[in-house]
């Protein structure tokens, strides 16, 4: 029954955030609700919440799951937005992935599925 899952991270500042995830990341800004925010890019949503407490976003990540994460990679290490110890490589689980941090501090990993029968 279940479809999709929404990551909901923190934002310290709206306006921050929305020119990297639209410069840096390529999603599409949707909305602004008093500091809420909503993204798009493909298939998948990030929506993002207000917190003025910076330890926050340092508690908070997400896992996306993509096709072409070589790709991917290359783009964001162009944009220089892959965690320092988040460089690509493949997991004992199966995944080919890397790592980002977000303006706010929020990690994100992104993961190809390599695993033999995908």
Not at 20 to 49: C, P, V
Not at 81 to 90: M, R, T
Request: hydrophobic share 40%; aromatic share 12%; with cysteine.
């Amino acid at each position: 029954m279940l479809q999709t899952a929404v990551p909901i991270l923190a934002s310290l500042n709206a306006k921050e955030t929305i020119k990297f995830y639209t410069e840096k990341l390529g999603f599409t800004f949707h909305n602004n609700w008093d500091g809420y925010l909503i993204f798009s890019k493909d298939e998948i949503e990030i929506h993002l919440w207000p917190t003025s407490d910076p330890e926050v976003p340092k508690a908070t990540g997400c896992y996306i799951k993509v096709t072409e994460v070589d790709e991917l990679f290359a783009a964001y290490k162009e944009q220089g937005v892959v965690h320092p110890n988040g460089s690509l490589k493949n997991m004992p689980w199966g995944m080919r992935q890397f790592s980002i941090l977000d303006n706010s501090g929020n990690i994100i990993h992104f993961g190809e599925d390599i695993s033999v029968g995908k």
